[in-house]
């Protein structure tokens, strides 16, 4: 057996039955309350079998005490007549007996060995009294009685009448069996009652699962949580948000390829015009090279959006695939800005850095440099392409780090004075391929979706305002707020 299949009929081991698990909860407690029922219904039978043999006893017993008399002399006397014996010893079921006491604890009549009544035991002549004890090895139920004598100073005399427990024990048999056999032809049928009520409580799930089985692929509208119990509702609920947010999933990435594959078809397109303007007869050897600098710069920017692309897609699973470590977004910064002090100066642009200082409080993130160096790189680069650069008005881009230690506050902000974002664009410039109209940039669009993306992996926000509000170019000014959760104190 492979290690595969092996896991997988553990896993069935292990998977568990909803419908078996609620037969069990269901049918457990009533399979255990049945014996415990039957134990109590046992209780209750011998007392209710214990009540007519016990007043056969007490009227028994006070007829013998009737028989009790002092006869001369102060002597006690017990005359039974032989009807009254016969009386006693007629039942075939169960062997009677009694004793007769006098008033010095001397034996007149009847069974010696009966045990006597407890020592300390409060005699109270004239009441009638019931207690089991044994006889000979035998259980019996024994009715007793004291009987106050004219004899100055005498202690009443004791007069028992004990009985073995067969015919109760006959009759408690009866009465378990008339109560009880009834329960074990109803007790096959609740288990099936209970087994049809489950399989048509869950009959709903069945049918879920049916239509969720019977759809289609593409299918990913909502399901009813109208032909569905209460209960499973919330369930059906969820997975129609799941739904949802898969449809936007695939909606945006059927969105991000069409734009990916319009953006790579211009580059390679014109690498192609390009090649074959270049492969063309008689071309001159300036017109080579000419074709030969377009298809160098159309590779270039092809390659640049092959790379953003990967960005973007590495920044989209950052969470989860990579490690998080104390940054000191100070440092980064500054080093991204030395960076790209060369191509700043291509362009005759200022390029610098005003800020916290590395190591200084506050400056210290938790996350993951990389991505945090791509996103600060590509508000650079974002403030590099769209700030122009002319002798009357130099470019000038300046970042900053700003940290405050009271709010645990960390900023990052790239500024400009370039011509701005318009403030109705503000918000489209973060999409995918986005490009502010009239700019004429060579680009990608890709870079602030970068950001956004690496910002919010960060538990960051990300907003864009003018730089310098009443000037005109008023210049565009992007910041990136670090929330004080993923702040990490200094040195750490």
């Known amino acids: 057996m492979t290690k595969e299949s092996w896991s997988l009929k553990l896993f069935q081991r292990e998977q568990r039955s909803l419908f078996g698990e609620i037969l069990d909860w269901m049918l457990t407690p009533l399979l255990l309350l049945w014996p415990i029922s039957l134990a109590l219904?046992?209780?209750v039978a011998q007392g209710i079998a214990d009540k007519p043999f016990d007043r056969a006893l007490v009227y028994n017993v006070q007829a013998l005490a009737q028989l009790v008399s002092v006869g001369p002399g102060s002597r006690v006397q017990f005359n039974l007549p032989l009807p009254a014996s016969e009386i006693l010893r007629a039942d075939d079921a169960d062997l009677v007996y009694y004793?007769?006491?006098g008033v010095k604890g001397e034996y007149l009549s009847g069974e010696k060995e009966l045990p006597l009544p407890a020592a300390d035991e409060?005699?109270?002549?004239?009441e009638v009294r019931m207690r089991d004890d044994e006889l000979r090895g035998l259980e019996v139920r024994v009715a007793y009685t004291w009987v106050k004598l004219p004899v100055p100073g005498a202690l009443p005399a004791l007069v028992q009448v004990a009985e073995t427990r067969e015919k109760r024990k006959v009759l408690a048999t009866e009465i378990i069996k008339g109560v009880m056999l009834p329960q074990f032809v109803t007790l096959p049928l609740a288990v099936l009652l209970v087994w049809m009520a489950l399989v048509r409580g869950i009959k709903p799930l069945s049918q879920l699962e049916e239509r969720i089985r019977a759809r289609k692929p593409d299918d990913l509208s909502p399901l009813d949580e109208k032909t569905v119990p209460l209960e499973v509702a919330p369930?059906?609920?969820s997975v129609n948000d799941l739904l949802t947010r898969l449809k936007e999933s695939i909606a945006t990435q059927k969105r991000f390829l069409a734009d990916a594959a319009h953006q790579?078809?211009?580059p390679l397109a014109g690498l192609r015009?390009?090649?074959?303007l270049a492969l063309r007869e008689g071309s001159s050897e300036e017109d080579l090279k000419h074709s030969l600098k377009q298809i160098g710069r159309s590779s270039v920017r092809a390659t640049h959006t092959v790379n953003q692309l990967l960005a973007l897609a590495r920044a989209e699973a950052g969470g989860a695939a990579l490690s998080r470590v104390p940054c000191d977004m100070a440092r980064l910064t500054m080093d991204v800005v030395q960076d790209s002090v060369p191509r700043a100066l291509e362009k005759r642009i200022d390029l610098g850095y005003d800020g916290a200082t590395p190591g200084a409080t506050g400056v210290m993130l938790s996350g993951n440099p990389t991505l945090l160096k791509e996103l600060v790189r590509n508000l650079v680069d974002n403030a590099i392409n769209y700030t122009p650069s002319t002798e009357e008005r130099p470019g000038v881009i300046t970042a900053r780090v700003l940290t405050d230690p009271f709010g645990q506050v960390l900023v990052l902000q790239v500024e400009d004075n370039g011509p701005g974002i318009p403030e109705a664009e503000r918000?489209?410039?973060f999409q995918p391929f986005y490009?502010?109209?009239?700019t004429n940039v060579d680009g990608s669009g890709l870079g602030l979706p970068i950001v956004l993306e690496i910002a919010q992996q960060h538990g960051a926000t990300v907003s864009v305002d003018e730089a310098h509000p009443g000037q005109n170019p008023p210049g565009a000014c992007f910041s990136v707020r670090f929330a004080a959760g993923g702040l990490v104190a200094s040195g750490a």
């Open 273 to 276: 015009m390009q090649a074959d």
């Open 235 to 237: 369930l059906v609920s």
């Open 427 to 429: 918000e489209l410039v």
């Open 435 to 438: 490009r502010v109209l009239g």
């Open 99 to 101: 004793q007769v006491l």
């Open 41 to 43: 219904t046992w209780l």
């Open 122 to 126: 409060p005699v109270a002549p004239g």
């Open 264 to 266: 790579l078809k211009t």
